[in-house]
T-cell receptor, first 112, second 116 residues
Framework: KNEVEQSPQNLTAQEGEFITINCSYS?????LHWLQQHPGGGIVSLFM???GKKKHGRLIATINIQEKHSSLHITASHPRDSAVYIC??????????????FGKGTHLIIQP | NAGVMQNPRHLVRRRGQEARLRCSPM?????VYWYRQLPEEGLKFMVY????????ESGMPKERFSAEFPKEGPSILRIQQVVRGDSAAYFC??????????????FGSGTQLSVL
């Protein structure tokens, strides 16, 4: 079982729909990242969370540390939001290890 | 302020050759991370370096792979005697401080390595 599980794996929706992507993890973490990977391969960091909720434009990310769960929401989705969305956690090790552990990503397609 | 620069974007090597992947972090960033994305798989952590030091190489194969981040110049990921299984996209990311301090991470565009 992966330490980071995302759902759904694939999601196709119509322009304007409200999108939710979920991420569950099984280890203690110091922070969680949401990343966006465009069809060309480039990766952009969208959010970094250690508690609560963050909003940037039409994107909202929430995290529940007790339940080990995070969600990424997209309001008023647009075809340009089509990308792979990746959840990644920094496992809390207390030591020098600092590498991210990634989910396999959610492939989102927004149709016009 | 240029972003994280990786080169080359595409690298083709024959089995047994060496591959050198370069990463110049953003200005002011002294923490560099290398990740590998195999076809149809998720990203995997390889190595974390801070200027002149390897902090964590727990994700890097023990043989043929090495990484450095010298005082001057880019970080280099070196793969000796490449095999077909090394074909993947290799991403570099940089930050001002350790990720565990909740620093934001900036990614390069990646190097696509193809081994013939």
């Amino acid at each position: 079982k992966n330490e980071v599980e995302q759902s759904p794996q694939n999601l196709t929706a119509q322009e304007g729909e409200f999108i939710t992507i979920n991420c569950s993890y099984s280890v203690g973490i110091s922070a969680l990242h949401w990343l966006q990977q465009h069809p060309g391969g480039g990766i952009v960091s969208l959010f970094m969370l250690s508690s609560g909720k963050k909003k940037h434009g039409r994107l909202i990310a929430t995290i529940n540390i007790q339940e080990k769960h995070s969600s990424l929401h997209i309001t008023a989705s647009h075809p340009r939001d089509s990308a792979v969305y990746i959840c990644a956690v920094i496992p809390y090790s207390g030591g020098g290890a600092d590498g991210l552990t990634f989910g396999k990503g959610t492939h989102l397609i927004i149709q016009p | 302020n240029a972003g994280v620069m990786q080169n080359p974007r595409h690298l083709v090597r024959r089995r047994g050759q060496e591959a050198r992947l370069r990463c110049s972090p953003m200005k002011g960033h002294s923490h560099v991370y290398w990740y590998r994305q195999l076809p149809e798989e998720g990203l995997k952590f390889m190595v974390y370096l801070q200027k002149e030091n390897i902090i964590d190489e727990s994700g890097m194969p023990k043989e043929r792979f090495s990484a450095e981040f010298p005082k001057e110049g880019p970080s280099i990921l070196r793969i000796q005697q490449v095999v077909r299984g090394d074909s993947a996209a290799y991403f570099c990311a940089s930050a001002r401080d350790r990720l565990a301090t909740n620093e934001k991470l900036f990614f390069g565009s990646g190097t696509q390595l193809s081994v013939l």
